[in-house]
């Protein structure tokens, strides 16, 4: 079953014929996910290598094709843009990948889908990847991943790969891993990802990734204690990073004092999470977890 | 990007936001005819410095004369100013802002900032101003007034009159503390600002409502639209190092300690910092080379590192995606030859094409210390410095 993408996702590319794009579309492809179009303005009617027809506008990508789940690769001035768009055309899941959109441009594009069907996951992301469906959408190492019922949800690129390769290591393998990025404005946060993986029959247990800055997963934290049923093991980047030069004071009024590692760390670990002090633990940490709740690894 | 004061109130004036006359200067001549061509009882002569709590740390001063501002003028440029935001190292002035004397009736807080947990846009205001304000936030949240704007619609004179009567204003100045949240949000969105703070904003005894101070922040991911922003920085005020990073497109922020890192994704960057402390090192700075490095984006991360004379040993740490490792193998290869690498260096690298980065550092010859996993490379980096 998985979360978010698996063998039912037929996927489109914006931004295919960009360097970005065009590499990683390929990759996506040879790992076995079903890339079924690709949309760049002004390339209608050609193919990529060889096989994938590109269009114009996402909508025409979608009558021709089928395709349910976009991956975007566009530039930062226009990836925005290219999220309405996909919203737009009515697929179930845009993945937005590109890293530096301007945050007035994700408020906008953020407000223009809340009132669509489609859900963004990101911007700035690796994207999601369901190896038991070989449907990798995004930019992680196709290598490091195995089938399996490990769910992983993280805001830093790096750091799932780092849990899903201990994972992978320990000779688990993971059901859906999900990059929700860690831009300020996001699609999807980690309440949502937590919820699908409660639900889902083939998830025994979670590893969630959060870092310093806003209050994510102190949000999480306090849902999780409430409806969780599953092992989670976690971790929090950041907490050796320095207080920071700042110019005013509104960052902290915003967060009402929250966002620091400690308080992330104490309000996880309060809501029964198993915590890992370094990245390196997060294996160990996940196998601890389920242990707890009497599951073996 | 941060930008002055004087330049944050250009920008306001420019978009209709009342502010006081004022004249920016670097010389205290300059100050004494500013003095007198604002011709008014009394002046401040304030410290332009990218750091709040001016007042405390002795930047901001009354003058009765042009002379004294002179005065004030001549002491002021070139002393290293230290205030709660600065940090201990405090910052030199270089530049002042002269404005005209008001008769102030009274003080307030306003903020405009992104709420990362609604994704909007807010203002929040407060008759409580000063540093005070953060603690005010903590213990009485209710005390800060805020007003989330939609984007569709952008705020709106309902939001401002609620501030405005929260806030206990009367009269004209209900309108007029309407009109000016309208001219600031416009300005937060049309220059893609990150934060707006005006602390404090004031009455006037004759009835007038404007901002006494500014801050702006902006979106660095926007400012390739704004080319008359971008202008507005100034190098002075930021870490050499740092700027230099910003040239090759890398995020650096320098430290106290022994380690530099060399990581790619900004949270296993933190992540690296963590575990060097975890096991009893101190990092030496904060290093992503981002996801789509370069070999010569890796060398320019190299340098930027060892310049550092405190850095006593190197770890690098990379989980390749986008990035390879073999790219990161040749490029910390050709670094180390370039600057004649003295200190240790420990490597870690997974990912794609692992096999083919680690080969690649066996054969240079150099003498690299190859870690697995990120525990054991903290624990070699910390014993190297040791």
Known sequence: MSILVGSNTKVVVQGITGSAGSFHAKQCMEYGTQVVAGVTPGKGGQLFEGKVP??????QAVKATGCNTSVIFVPPPYAADSIMEAADAKLDLAICITEGIPVNDMVKAKRFIGGTKTRLIGPNCPGVITPGAKCKIGIMPGHIHKPGRIGVVS?????????VFQVTSLGMGQSTAVGIGGDPVNGTNFIDVLKLFNDDAETDAVIMIGEIGGSAEEEAAAWVQANFKKPIAGFIAGASAPPGKRMGHAGAIISGGKGTAADKVKAMTAAGYVMAASPSELGTTLVEAMKRKGLNA | MNIHEYQGKQIFKKYGVPVPRGIMVKTAEDAEKAAKELGTKVVVVKAQIHAGGRGKGGGVKIAKSPAEAKDLASKMLGMILKTAQTGPEGRKVGTLYIEEGLDIAKEY??????????????????????????????????????????????FQPFQGRTLAFGLG??????GKFVKFCQALYTAYVETDASLVEINPLITTKSGDVLALDSKMNFDDNALYRHGDIAEMRDVAEEDPREAKAKEFDLAYIALEGTIGCMVNG??????????????????????????????????????????????KAVLVNIFGGIMKCDVIAEGVIAAAKEVQLKVPLVVRLEGTNVELGKKILRESGLPITP????????????????
């Open chain 1, 54 to 59: 590109i269009f114009d506008t996402v909508e």
């Open chain 1, 155 to 163: 805001r830093s690129g790096t750091l799932t790969y780092e849990a």
């Open chain 2, 109 to 154: 807080y306003l903020g405009v900032t992104l709420d990362r947990a609604t994704s909007r846009v807010t203002f929040m205001a407060s008759t409580e101003g000063g540093v005070e304000i953060e603690e005010v936030a903590h213990t009485h949240p209710e005390k800060i007034l805020r007003a989330s704007v939609d984007p569709a619609v952008g």
């Open chain 2, 169 to 174: 204003l009367t009269g004209d100045q209900v």
């Open chain 2, 266 to 311: 900004a949270g296993l960057a933190m992540a690296t910092m963590d575990t060097i402390k975890l096991v009893g090192g101190q990092p030496a700075n904060f290093l992503d080379v981002g996801g789509g490095a370069t070999k010569e984006k890796v060398t320019a991360a190299f340098k930027l590192i060892l310049a550092d004379p405190s850095v």
């Open chain 2, 371 to 386: 870690a697995d996993n990120l525990r054991q490379a903290a624990e070699k980096a910390v014993a190297a410095v040791k």
